[in-house]
């Protein structure tokens, strides 16, 4: 008789779930809480800081202007594009400084790892839609603005079941 | 008069023309096209007699991005965020096996705790890719809720690579020498909470979809490959092991730290697509019980990565590592010749091993045992067109 | 980050709603009284106290309270009412949208997610009337081989039919669209017209896909009808008719499910059959024939046989009902009067309130126990969806004919040795007839 | 209801592998070039004529019975298609993690190479794919015919070293 009992326990488990709590995270209303502010790069230790890839930020007083982002970014999404600056800036000789163009960018970080100078970091921010693709490009003083990103969901696992807090 | 005969004969030339049903009358060709809700970005034309299937001719290719080519013009760092692409769920392990490759071509060790955080990366992205399969096979049978569970328990691990890999599927976490950043803070009790979880939510499975009698009626000896076709045809992972051939490449040709742990390699002998389906999820536990073990073993600090210069150069020669990925051995042949770029590189995955199981298996059986052989060989569209 | 289009302007949208409610007051008044007032000629109107009702006094019961209810009363019970309002079309799709809802958010619920949220504030209420608006401005597209009648007759027919099986379904004493005193076989023969409106449907679509499945919805609805008509077998010799309503009055006491209870398990799984639901979804199994017969289904066509099938789902659950779980008989929850002492006062307005012509509480409580039932084997059906995947074809044949078929030959046999110790049926001990 | 296969030390695994290879150099010893033999990969050049007696040879003797994959690499300078197999067993245990690479030389105006499909029926996708991406003609393989790419390519085979892919 397992047809029958596998019946029964079918139905058993499915009405249990009747009663667990639901799990979807209803995006608009709440977001996800990410710790730390973004992926961050130590050039000197040679290794990452753990964070979300999410948009960039460009430190202005950091950048020289080395254009190894943008070279790192040659092979895979061409997307970093060096940009003349209208400020001066002691360290950064050329005035140019990495624009970002948001439709081809894959968000994989290698730009961050290869900048030497503490310049280019990841944020938490990932709502970037836009209208047109024209405004997915981010100049270098649109970079310098630090995000504000306040999700303050996580998943909590209790006896009711897993859910978004 | 003379019409009349006309009439005849044209009656009697138009009833030649009913002539015997044919043998390709009977059959009907069917594409199950790259559009069709049962197949994936892949297509083969079936030709169907009645109720079962007379040959199957499969036509890979549509989401063939040659990603062989375009590592020849990359080095071999900006090779990462396009290799993962194939295996877009199993990300890790495609990786994993591209690292170890060059680090076998320049002859890197990776410290001991960058091994360990590279190790539970791939466990947990081969819970992500089953679950995502599992997923994908229950509503090829019409298991809606089979869909939703995998799909929404996927979502426990996938919040732990958001956590320290930073994307959600497409990480790029591991990277030649080691893994790209430490684990965040407070992960491991996190890891262990959700990862227990998860492994009390996979019970259920089993009460509704492995235990449901249904399954087992459209399941059970349906798509026989016994065990000597299987070595044969040269299939992978768990086509492989459901047919009696208990071979892991963690167990078999252990890399980094998998000789360390000890854990069963997964196998059946009933060869038919009940195995295949079940074997993926006997390996999930598994996956739970390394993690515990990799979490428990893992040395506290040291550094996670060689620093390599960003653009190396890969010293002449030729390479060729495998890893057991989601669905089988994944193998990488890097050729190179003294360039910061790989002179060829060759993927071998394992969907493409295993595509050559599917018209053996499909030819004679019933049209509506196709979803569950075809899925049940673990196939994966993208990875096979690479 | 998101900006509403950009050229809104809100004098617009106001200056539209008004301009849209002026245009519906005008049709109303040029043309919609003026029907009313020439249909009213026909309809035979009642007699209140002592006059005979004119058109004009007629409208004047908005006015008088003492006419209302007796002229509701008088129009509840024409044949009009009964088939298209109450337990006949507009009662039958409103328990068949609330089903489509429900399904919607129990298959959510079961497995952890929300189901439909945004559509009306409150959790999705309003999906469905989306999903219709939706439907009804989608372009049908026939394609282009396809025999043109019967493309949009067949989900035409697939709705009349159902319908049909609709109104035979008693819902309390009296309350039933058509009294047959075959009720039963009407029932069945109309469920036999399923299949072939299936397969004038996928033959005339002209492709490769519907045409497979409209053979496999052939197969598997012709081979569900035996075991479908044996289990309703023993229900008939008990109660001795085939009228639905006596074989409802017959089990006031004694449930038939209790006498037979496997053949209430056979006639529940080829109902599952009939209906294609989830574990019998063949003729439209996505996974492996795209969407089965439906295929060329697009714009109302498919809300048209979506229609179709949930009137289908409620009449079989009905119908189960009616045959295994005593029609309408359940403890009398309702009152006698509305407001006690209400019919014994002479204040019109208070009459009016208690509906003392119109409230007939036993009546109420045999509708209040048949929905009741019938969502229960309703929730039923959509947790069997929940929970179960699709089988073959060959094995939905060979259960449907070896093992269903030998099932309800048990029953039969148990009803036919009640009946004949005398126990049981009619001349019975227990149930004096 | 599982055995769990043992797993041999790096060094049984080295003798093992040297002494494939000396028993594959007595037996064709002119025509056998070992490239290298490191950890457990082990690399032997062979001349075109003798890749199938090679590979029957590996089969029967040391259960070689299924290729881990099978490509091809293009020299242009040496004008040679260098065709590897890199053979695996799944039968003989004390073999198991061990991979044999059989490469051969083709010359790269008229490629042609007789197929292994009737030794090891695995190759049959992975040589179409190398004759689709590389030109070279399989001699004896059922379909030599176009399988990843486009049904309207009408290129040359694009992993060649003259092929220039147009993005860059």
């Not at chain 4, 040879?57 to 070689?64: S, V």
Request: with cysteine; aromatic share 12%.
């Amino acid at each position: 008789m397992n047809t029958a009992s596998g019946f029964i326990k079918a139905l058993e488990s499915g009405t249990k779930h009747l009663f667990i709590k639901r799990f979807t995270l209803r995006y608009p209303e709440k977001k996800l809480k990410f710790d730390g502010d973004g992926y961050q790069f130590d050039p000197k230790r040679g290794v990452g800081i753990a964070g979300l890839r999410g948009r960039h930020i460009l430190f202005h007083d950091k950048c020289t202007g080395c254009q190894l982002c943008s070279i790192a970014c040659e092979g895979i999404a061409e997307a970093i594009g060096m940009v003349k600056i209208d400020e001066h800036w002691k360290q950064n000789k050329k005035n140019i400084m990495p624009q970002i163009d948001y439709g081809k960018c894959v968000f994989c970080g290698l730009c961050v790892d290869a900048c030497p100078f503490y310049a280019l970091y990841m944020t938490n921010d990932y709502e970037l839609s836009s209208f047109t693709k024209s405004s997915l490009i981010y100049t270098p003083s649109q970079l310098a603005v630090k995000p504000r990103y306040d999700g303050d969901v996580e998943i909590k696992i209790d006896s009711k079941g897993a859910n978004h807090g | 008069m003379s019409n009349l005969e006309e009439k005849i004969d044209e009656a009697k030339k138009l009833s030649m023309q009913i002539v015997k049903e044919t043998e390709a009358d009977r059959l009907m060709t069917l594409s199950v096209g790259p559009q069709h809700p049962g197949s994936g970005h892949f297509r083969f034309v079936i030709k169907v007699d009645g109720d079962y299937i007379v040959n199957v001719d499969p036509d890979p290719g549509y989401v063939h991005r040659g990603h062989e080519k375009m590592c020849e013009y990359r080095n071999y760092f900006q090779n990462l965020p396009q290799l993962e692409r194939p295996a877009l769920h199993d990300s890790s392990n495609i990786l994993y096996s591209y690292c170890l490759a060059v680090e076998d071509l320049v002859g890197i060790n990776v410290p001991r705790r960058g091994q360990f955080i590279r190790a539970i990366a791939s466990e947990l992205d081969r819970l992500v890719y089953t679950q995502y399969w599992l997923a994908i096979y229950g509503i090829f049978l019409g298991h809606s809720t089979m869909f939703m569970w995998p799909a929404g328990d996927r979502e426990l691990i996938i919040d732990l690579f958001e956590r320290f890999s930073g994307h959600r599927v497409t990480h790029c976490f591991s990277i030649p020498g080691g893994v790209r950043n430490d684990f965040p803070y407070n992960f491991k009790e996190k890891c262990l909470t959700q990862v227990n979880y998860f492994e009390k939510r996979l019970k259920e499975y089993e009460h509704i979809f492995y235990n449901n009698p249904l399954f087992r009626q459209r399941t059970e000896g349906v798509g026989i490959l016994p065990k000597e076709d299987a070595i044969k045809l040269g299939v992978t992972g768990s086509v492989l092991r459901a047919s009696g051939v208990p071979y892991d490449i963690r167990k078999v040709e252990p890399y980094d730290i998998y000789d360390e742990i000890d854990f069963k390699v997964q196998h059946m002998k009933t060869c038919d697509s009940f195995a295949r389906s079940y074997i993926p999820y006997l390996d999930m536990i598994e996956s739970c019980h390394i993690i515990r073990q990799l979490l428990d073993k893992i040395p506290e600090s040291g550094d996670v990565r060689v620093k390599l210069q960003g653009n190396m150069k890969g010293p002449p020669g030729e390479s060729f590592k495998r890893v057991e990925s989601g669905r089988g051995a994944l193998g990488y042949h890097i050729v190179s010749d003294g360039a910061s770029r790989p002179y060829r590189v060759k993927i071998s995955t394992p969907s493409f091993r295993n595509l050559i199981a599917l018209s053996y298996l499909l030819v004679g059986s019933k049209l509506g045992d196709m979803p569950s052989i075809y899925w049940s060989l673990n196939y994966w569209p993208i990875e096979a067109d690479r | 980050m998101g900006s509403i289009t950009p050229d809104f302007r809100f004098g617009n949208l106001v200056g539209s709603i008004i301009q849209l409610v002026l245009v519906i007051l005008a049709i109303v008044t040029v043309l919609i009284l003026p029907m009313i007032f020439f249909t009213l000629f026909f309809v035979p109107l009642p007699v209140v106290n002592g006059q005979v009702l004119t058109p004009y006094l007629f409208f004047s019961m908005v006015v008088d309270p003492s006419r209302t209810l007796p002229i509701v009363k008088f129009l509840m019970h024409t044949a009009l009412f009964k088939a298209a309002i109450f337990p006949g079309f507009l009662f039958a799709s409103l328990i068949a949208a609330a089903t489509i809802f429900i399904e919607r958010k129990l298959l959510a619920k079961m497995q952890l997610r929300v189901g439909p949220l945004y559509a009306g504030k409150v959790e999705g209420i309003f999906q469905l009337l989306a999903d219709g608006l939706k439907l009804i401005s989608k372009e049908i597209i026939i394609p282009s081989g396809a025999d043109k009648p019967i493309f949009w007759l067949a989900p035409v027919m697939f709705v009349a039919t159902s319908a049909a099986v609709v109104s035979l379904i008693p819902v309390a004493y009296g309350w039933v669209v058509a009294d047959l005193n075959v009720g039963l076989i009407a029932a069945f023969a109309l469920l036999g017209f399923f299949p072939l409106i299936a397969l004038l449907y996928s033959w005339a679509s002209n492709s490769k896909y519907p045409f497979i499945g409209g053979l496999r919805a052939l197969h598997q609805m012709i081979a569900f009808e035996i075991p479908f008509f044996l289990s309703a077998l023993p229900v008939v010799i008990l109660s001795g008719s085939l009228n639905l309503t006596e074989i409802a009055r017959s089990q006031h006491i004694f449930w038939n499910i209790f006498v037979m209870p496997i053949n209430a398990f056979v006639f529940y799984i080829s109902s599952l059959a009939e209906l294609e639901r989830i574990p019998f979804d063949l003729p439209e199994a996505e996974s492996e024939i795209v969407a089965g017969w439906l295929t060329e289904t697009s714009g109302m066509i498919f809300g048209l046989i979506q229609l179709g099938s949930y009137l289908k789902l409620y009449a079989l659950s009905a119908l189960f009902v009616i045959l295994f779980l005593g029609g309408w008989y359940g403890p009398q929850i309702f009152p006698h009067e509305l407001i006690p002492g209400a019919s014994s006062s002479n204040i019109p307005l208070l009459k009016i309130i208690a509906l003392d012509g119109l409230y007939n509480a036993v009546t109420v409580n045999s509708i209040f126990w048949f929905i009741v039932k019938t969502f229960g084997i309703i929730l039923l059906m959509l947790i069997t969806r929940g929970v179960n995947p699709r089988i073959r074809i060959d094995i939905l044949l060979h259960t449907g004919w070896y093992k269903l078929i030998v099932l309800t030959f048990i029953n039969l046999f148990v009803v036919l040795t009640l009946i004949y110790g005398g126990i049981l049926g009619p001349g019975g001990m227990i149930l004096p007839k | 209801m599982d055995s769990n296969i043992e797993l041999k030390n790096e060094n049984i695994l080295l003798s093992v592998s040297s002494e494939i290879l000396k028993s594959i150099t007595d037996k064709f010893s002119n025509r056998i070039k070992i490239i290298y033999d490191i950890h457990n990969r082990s690399k032997i050049m062979v001349e075109p004529e003798s890749l199938v007696e090679t590979a029957i040879f590996l089969r029967d003797n040391f259960g070689f019975d299924h290729v881990e994959s099978a490509s091809g690499t293009d020299y242009p300078k040496e004008e040679k298609i260098e065709i590897n197999y890199h053979l695996g067993t799944y039968s003989n245990s004390d073999l198991l993690p061990y991979v044999l690479v059989l490469s051969t030389k083709v010359d790269r105006e008229d490629p042609k190479s007789n197929s292994l499909i009737n030794i090891l029926p695995s190759v049959e996708l992975f040589e179409r794919e190398t004759y689709e991406m590389l030109g070279v003609y399989f001699i004896g393989h059922p379909r030599n015919e176009r399988f990843l790419l486009p049904e309207d390519w009408a290129d040359i085979p694009p992993l060649r070293k003259d092929f220039r892919s147009k993005g860059r």
